[in-house]
């Protein structure tokens, strides 16, 4: 079946530094993958997503992500922490279909300290 | 504006009563869904729906139901079935029925059981 890893339910960068925070999915055939963000008591909002085509992604915000097939990744990078970037952030895939019924399956969520 | 309106924004619930969570679009997407979030544990899928009059369970569908009479409108009840339904939920939407969708998300609601 279908899952999506996300390793390290907190990460802590101070301002200015590198954000990265990691995502691994598995199946054989290399699903849709996406990004969303969570502010406390809110919904979600997409970050970035990949379908097709290049395999870095620029999304909302400063934020990228690089598909690699070889080591079935898609990790979500900021050259440049800002306070506002604490929040939750979610990967998510959906697996490649064309029966018209899909899905999507979340990650545990990985949230994001920014530290002054 | 276009979106997805969820009421109320805080729930709280008696042991034993069903209560129904509202999810309202207006962006003429085809396909919604409702998801519940625990803490660590992720969004899990309750239910969705891909055209009106129609919906499927999800991975949690016990103890909820939903009906789908409108295009627009996606409610969730939460039945005295569900044992364990303090969480938040969150209802989300998306253009079509395919695997691309990105999905729109409402701002949930905090339900409590007292």
């Known amino acids: 079946a279908q899952s999506v890893t996300q390793l390290g339910s907190h990460v802590s960068v101070s301002e200015g530094a590198l954000v990265l925070l990691r995502c691994n999915y598995s199946?054989?055939?290399?699903?849709?993958l996406f990004w969303y963000v969570q502010y406390p008591n809110q919904g979600l909002q997409l970050l970035l997503k990949y379908t097709t085509g290049a395999t870095l992604v620029k999304g909302i915000n400063g934020f990228e992500a690089e598909f690699k097939k070889s080591e079935t990744s898609f990790h979500l990078t900021k050259p440049s922490a800002h306070m506002s970037d604490a929040a939750e952030y979610f990967c998510?895939?959906?697996?490649?279909?064309?029966?018209?019924?899909?899905?999507?399956?979340f990650g545990t969520g990985t949230r994001l300290k920014v530290l002054a | 504006d276009g979106g997805i309106t969820q009421s109320p924004k805080y729930l709280f619930r008696k042991e034993g009563q069903n209560v129904t969570l509202s999810c309202e679009q207006n962006?003429?997407?085809?396909?919604m869904y409702w998801y519940r979030q625990d803490p660590g544990q992720g969004l899990r899928l309750i239910y969705y729906?891909?055209?009106?009059?129609?919906?499927q369970k999800g991975d949690i569908a016990e103890g909820y139901s939903v009906s789908r009479e409108k295009k627009e409108s996606f409610p969730l009840t939460v039945t005295s079935a569900q044992k364990n339904p303090t969480a938040f939920y969150l209802c989300?939407?998306?253009?079509?029925?395919?695997?691309?969708?990105?999905?729109?998300f409402g701002p949930g609601t905090r339900l409590t059981v007292l």
């Open positions: 962006l003429n997407h085809d396909a």
């Open positions: 199946s054989s055939v290399p699903p849709y």
């Open positions: 729906s891909q055209i009106v009059n129609d919906f």
């Open positions: 998510a895939v959906s697996p490649r279909t064309t029966s018209g019924t899909y899905k999507y399956i």
């Open positions: 989300a939407s998306s253009p079509d029925r395919v695997s691309t969708d990105t999905q729109y």
